[in-house]
């Protein structure tokens, strides 16, 4: 049951409203990393990323609404404001949105072996 005030939670996974919320904004190259049998941290690991500052800021924007109205909350982010790189942790999910220079610099898909656990939502 929903706390007072908050939408019911929708009957989608969360996964998927995170992958559609990303697509519908035009996040680039993004994978899902499936942590269940590798982590406790979370579910999944969701990587994206955005053409630029703003670009960054708003798709992450548009995902925490998206959650939020799916009924999933409020979500805890940091880096929302810098826009290089922003982290939504979503409880189940954890998700990161990246200009593609900072994506490559911290490389997590190479830290959490995407070749064999992963799949690419969007290209």
């Known amino acids: 049951m929903p706390a007072p005030g908050e939408a019911p939670r929708s009957e989608r996974p969360v996964i998927d409203v995170v992958t559609a919320s990303l697509e519908d904004s035009k996040a680039e190259e993004v ?3 499936d942590l269940r049998t590798k982590s406790a941290l979370a ?20 995902l925490l609404r998206d959650l939020k109205e799916a009924g999933f909350g409020s979500s805890k ?3 929302l404001q810098n826009g ?8 189940d999910i954890i998700v990161h949105i990246f200009r593609p220079e900072v994506r490559s610099f911290y490389n ?10 992963s799949e690419t939502v969007t290209r």
Do not use: Q, Y
């Open 108 to 117: 997590l898909e190479k830290m959490w072996s995407v070749a064999e656990t």
């Open 77 to 79: 982010v940091e880096g």
């Open 31 to 33: 994978v899902a990393i």
């Open 43 to 62: 579910d999944h690991i969701v990587i994206a990323s955005g053409r630029s500052n703003r670009h960054v800021s708003a798709v992450a924007d548009h």
């Open 84 to 91: 290089d790189w922003v982290l939504i942790d979503a409880g």
